[in-house]
């Protein structure tokens, strides 16, 4: 019973985020709840909200205050720790409650565009022994009648009209004419959409876990009764059976009657994966992602929240999965970017797992072969708790890795993109009848220098940044700081003059693949070939049959797939990776290339990696090759300590972006004299200078990038920020605040 609610509404106004009091209808007092849609009264408009609080009494006064006009859904769309969520968000992240509420909640429901979807079933209307005697009596000259009246008096399930009428190979006006009769009826019933039909997976049980594992289920078990909120690094190579870990701790928390959300990265939710754990779970299993319909992905949040379904399975937003009675929530591969959404709301799925479990009281695991930097560091701080699996299950050594020297190749006079090295294995791997998976990264985008000699590129001397090349201008800029350099004649390391700008494509490597090797399928898996619904899967299905002898592609093809057959794995550059702009380019390195190596030498067979770099040398290429996470770690940390970045400091990065180039600058230039005024509380402000991707769909894009010490003074600058921006920010630009930005282009 409550008389008044606090409505948040939506409206597409950036300086309202704050909620209004309605009076309650009287009708409505009894079910009124949290986390419920309902349409409001505002202006001379009605729109939606959501209730975010209730009450008795009302400051506002009683004759100005306005009434709720309806409730659209009685079910609510979150509970009163989901709001806690949200509203921790907000602040964090520095976004609007209305917006995380929409990215939280199954995308166009409250529009009322998705429905539960209901199919139209032919079912009998009279008694059995009727319609005995209507065959008998009509049968003769309405033969195709009886014939669809015997198949529903056999039926043991539903049959929509089109259904009834395939199988008794008639049309519809035939059941049309016996419904017209009395004879049967149409019934309109709710149909479940479910991504995956859980009938025809094999169920299957666990796995006896080896003496590794069993201590960490013991571990995870432990914390699990306690029932209290903490957090664990699971450390385990590729192949150390982490997620046989997750199905038996999932298990245990069911048990104990508790639900679980497993996030796995965008990439690795194949449908190899889902049946896995739909082999141990069934249908007690809900998936969440992108590829699904939308009436799909609400039918499957539904289940949850009903709970029918107690395990939400997805990408990024299944964070917000509305389990009930949550206990443990488990982060697969937690080093991914993925993991991190690319536009605002800019929220990392991570860090709101954290605060979830934190408001649930849950468990968290984070699981991974290379830990990101500040999740490790955070353990060693004693914030996470190590376990770890060192060991592959099947006992089989990580693969070596092979490292090309490329100087040493154009000192041959090996001039092409594929070693001498790499073509020989290759063909072995023909010869052999084995698959060949050729790495490319080109997620860089943006262009630079490196001298073919020595392999060194031209770095920022205050950022450790490599300089990016613009050769509009032939200049060299660091997208930090703006620091701008002439394009050198030498290299300024060695002198040389091979200075050349970087850059293959997937494309032109295929071609060179399908010259060198004119007997072998060659395919391409990128954004060009996947682009279409399905490619994806296409391409993974060829795959594991074997059609394909050389699979070409990028980022793509390193992740989470398992093929008993590559003899090979070939990275073209691991430099690429090596010179982005960003100042996590060497971690990057290394999980991509420790990932990479990790898709061979799976099945029985033990298989080949080879890494082409222009810097062997590498602390990133050399730990990689070594398969040492620690001895990366302990260089990275350092160099990460010196230079202020993470875990060293909190960074926030704002994108200034627009049409017309000067109001930009402009822009920029106004935030960076604001923001000096906090100078005290910001450790540094690196720019304004432009983005590395710096025109982007027609809009010219400026960025400052901020660190500061300690998220109270971060969350002061940044929320004046905020208040200086709605109040002076030019209506002419965009202004979007990345906090703890990933990828900063
Ligand atoms: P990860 O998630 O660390 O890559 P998986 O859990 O996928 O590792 O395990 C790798 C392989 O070993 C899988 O095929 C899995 O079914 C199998 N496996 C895992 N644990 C065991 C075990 N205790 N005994 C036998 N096989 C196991
Ligand atoms: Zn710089």
């Given amino acids: 019973m409550s008389k008044y609610a606090k409505v948040l509404v939506d409206i597409p106004v950036e ?8 009076r309650v209808p009287e009708k409505c007092r009894d079910v009124i709840r949290i986390g419920q849609a309902v349409m409001v009264p505002f202006g001379p408009r009605k729109v939606t909200g959501f209730v975010i609080g209730l009450a008795d009494e009302t400051e506002v006064e009683e004759k100005k205050i306005r009434e709720i006009n309806r409730i659209i859904f009685t079910d609510t769309f979150f509970d009163e720790n989901l709001l806690e969520l949200f509203q921790w968000m907000a602040v964090y992240y ?14 166009g429901v409250v529009s009322g565009q998705l429905k539960k979807k209901t199919v139209r079933i032919v079912k009998l209307n009279t008694e059995k ?9 009509e049968g003769k000259k309405a033969y195709k009648q009886a014939e669809v009246l015997r198949i529903l008096l056999k039926a043991d399930k539903d049959y929509t009209a089109a259904e009834l009428a395939r199988l008794a190979d008639t049309s519809a006006s035939t059941i049309a004419r016996l419904v017209e009769k009395g004879i049967l009826k149409y019934e309109e019933i709710v149909q479940e959409r479910r991504p995956v039909s859980g009938e025809d997976i094999k169920r299957e049980g666990p796995h006896e876990a080896n003496p590794w594992q069993q201590e960490v289920i013991a571990a995870i078990r432990e914390q699990l009764d306690k029932g209290v909120h903490s957090t664990f690094l699971l450390h385990g190579v590729t192949g150390s059976g982490k997620t046989e870990v997750y199905l038996q701790v999932i298990d245990y928390a069911l048990q104990k009657s508790l639900g679980a959300i497993v996030l796995v990265p965008e990439i690795s939710l194949t449908p190899m994966m889902v049946r896995r754990f739909y082999s141990r779970f069934g249908d007690q299993i809900a998936i969440l992602h992108s590829n699904l319909s939308a009436g799909e992905r609400y039918d499957e949040w539904r289940r949850l929240k009903r709970g029918e379904a107690r395990i939400a399975i997805g990408a990024r937003s299944a964070v917000f999965a509305p389990v009930n009675n949550l206990g443990l929530i488990i982060i697969d591969e937690e080093h991914e970017n993925t993991y991190k959404q690319g536009e605002y709301p800019y929220y990392h799925s991570r860090e709101v797992a954290l605060k979830r479990s934190k408001i649930t009281g849950s468990t968290v695991i984070l699981g991974s072969a290379t830990p990101s930097l500040e999740s490790y560091y955070l353990m060693r701080k004693g914030i996470f708790r190590l376990l770890e699996l060192p060991e592959r299950i099947k006992q089989n050594p990580l693969p070596p890795v092979e490292l090309v020297d490329m100087r040493e190749e154009l000192k041959k006079g090996n001039t092409g993109i594929f070693s001498y090295q790499l073509q020989e294995a290759v063909r072995a791997a023909l010869g052999r009848k084995e698959q060949t ?3 490319l ?3 860089g985008y943006a262009n630079f220098l490196f001298c073919r000699e020595c392999g060194q590129t031209i770095k920022c001397k205050h950022c450790d940044i490599t300089l990016t090349y613009h050769a509009s201008v032939d200049k060299l800029r660091c997208h930090y700081c703006d620091f701008t350099l002439n394009r050198p004649a030498n290299c300024p390391h060695c002198g040389g003059n091979y200075l050349r700008e970087y850059g293959h494509g997937t494309e032109r ?3 060179e693949l399908k010259a060198l090797f004119p007997g072998a399928v060659v395919a391409r898996m990128d954004l060009d070939t996947t682009g279409r619904k399905g490619a994806h899967q296409e391409i993974l299905e060829k795959m594991e049959k074997g059609e394909i002898d050389i699979l070409v592609g990028t980022q793509m093809v390193a992740k989470g797939h398992d093929y008993p057959n590559i003899g090979v794995v070939g990275v073209v550059s691991a430099d690429t990776m090596l010179n982005i702009p960003d100042f996590r380019a060497a971690e990057r390195t290394f999980q991509l290339l420790t990932q990479v190596a990790g898709r061979t030498g799976r099945g029985d067979k033990s298989g080949r990696v080879i890494i082409q770099t222009y810097n062997p040398e590498n602390y990133s290429i050399q730990a990689a090759r070594n398969h040492d996470y620690k001895k990366f770690y302990q260089q990275e940390i350092e160099n990460r300590k010196l230079f202020k970045y993470p875990p ?3 960074l926030t990065n704002i994108i200034v972006r627009g049409e017309v180039e000067q109001q930009v600058i402009e822009a920029a230039m106004a935030l960076d004299a604001f923001l000096q005024k906090y100078g005290k509380l910001i450790l540094e402000i690196l720019g304004p200078g432009e983005a590395p991707i710096a025109k982007l769909r027609n809009n010219y894009r400026w960025q400052l990038i901020l660190k500061f010490r300690s998220y109270k003074e971060r969350n002061y600058v940044l929320t004046k920020l905020r208040e200086f921006l709605l109040e002076y920010g030019r209506k002419e630009v965009v202004y979007n605040i990345d906090v703890d930005p990933l990828m900063m282009l």
């Fill in 94 to 107: 520095k976004a609007k409650l209305i917006n995380i509420i929409k990215t939280a909640v199954p995308a």
């Fill in 129 to 137: 022994d009727e319609i005995e005697e209507y065959i008998i009596e």
């Fill in 648 to 650: 060293f400091s909190l």
């Fill in 15 to 22: 300086e309202l985020d704050q909620s209004f009091d309605y």
């Fill in 437 to 439: 998976l050729v790495f």
């Fill in 441 to 443: 990264n080109r997620r």
């Fill in 509 to 511: 490597i295929e071609e």
